[in-house]
């Protein structure tokens, strides 16, 4: 397994893959490697065919963190993620320190939107911004955080040049913004997007879930209470979505450490907003536990 850092080392060597006729699967992760992660990757091997390469990178990505939250934080053991990674056969793993990926004259992109991420002269100065799906939801929680998103997922198939990138259905408005990316700015990569891979008791995978000590562990199946409720409720008929808000908040803030950042129902496709709320439609939510900030989501 190769582990590249720079730039253009990665970009020669997926050229080299492509002059030699070589299909290439992208992984891209912020680390902290789970079974998630895991997944996605032999996903990504199985559409890369027999002789393609599976490519995976690893980057906590500055530009889509706000100032106020968990980038310098954020879980990271790159150690044990390349571990993981020569275990499931990936072929190389992609670690750009922040001046490969934003060259700021010595500034950090530390989150969309601060002064310190504004660049300097001869600085990083090109974002993506998508304008419709990422209105709401996450991208109404946090400000800019979508632009962060759009803008390293592009930087990186440029620099990897796969020919199918996975992502995880567990961040559904992400896949979204980064389908439509994708199709507007003619890149020609298949998207695929994986089931989300859930613990034995429904919790949704996630790097975050270290933040989850003691107690907060079991208080964190808050969310997946709730998914099972709302999809218990509708079975029936369609119920209005200011009641069904009104009752997955209570039953969130039943328990002692969540608060509810937000819960929506909106059409799969479109994402736009349901005010009434019925079999087919699809609901995400994000609740804070502790120093967690958990998201989920499911079709109902």
């Known amino acids: 397994m190769q582990v590249v850092t720079s730039v253009a080392a990665m970009q020669r060597l997926a050229k080299k893959w492509q002059r030699a006729g070589i299909k290439i699967g992208l992984v891209p992760t912020m680390g902290y490697l789970?079974?998630?992660?895991?997944?996605?990757?032999?996903?990504?091997?199985?559409?890369a065919g027999k002789n393609g390469k599976v490519a995976v990178s690893i980057y906590v990505n500055p530009t889509q963190f706000g100032p106020k939250e968990d980038l310098s934080r954020y879980p990271r053991d790159l150690k044990r993620d390349l571990k993981l990674c020569r275990n499931e056969g990936v072929d190389v793993v992609f670690t750009p320190r922040d001046e490969e990926m934003y060259p700021q004259s010595g500034k950090s992109p530390h989150g969309a939107g601060r002064k310190d991420a504004r660049p300097t002269s001869g600085g990083f100065s090109t974002y993506v911004v998508e304008e419709k799906l990422s209105q709401g939801m996450e991208g109404a929680a946090r400000p800019g955080h979508f632009r962060g998103v759009a803008t390293v997922v592009a930087k990186l198939f440029n620099i990897a040049q796969p020919d199918v990138a996975v992502f995880g259905?567990?961040?559904?408005?992400?896949?979204?913004?980064i389908k439509r990316m994708t199709r507007d700015l003619n890149f020609p990569i298949a998207i695929d997007?994986?089931?989300?891979h859930r613990e034995l008791d429904g919790l949704a995978m996630s790097s975050r879930n270290k933040y989850l000590e003691g107690d907060l562990r079991r208080q964190g199946l808050v969310l997946w209470r709730a998914i099972q409720k709302a999809q218990?409720?509708?079975?029936k008929s369609p119920i209005p979505a200011t009641r069904l808000k009104a009752k997955l908040k209570?039953?969130?803030?039943?328990?002692?450490?969540p608060k509810l950042d937000y819960v929506e129902f909106f059409d799969p496709d479109t994402l736009e907003?349901?005010?009434k709320v019925g079999r087919g439609a699809h609901m995400a939510l994000a609740v804070f536990v502790g120093k967690a900030r958990l998201i989920d989501n499911a079709r109902l």
């Open 34 to 47: 789970h079974a998630g992660h895991l997944s996605l990757v032999k996903r990504a091997r199985k559409l």
């Open 250 to 257: 209570k039953l969130i803030e039943s328990e002692p450490a």
């Open 232 to 235: 218990a409720m509708v079975k």
């Open 169 to 177: 259905a567990k961040d559904f408005q992400q896949a979204a913004v």
């Open 193 to 196: 997007i994986a089931p989300t």
């Open 273 to 275: 907003s349901l005010t």
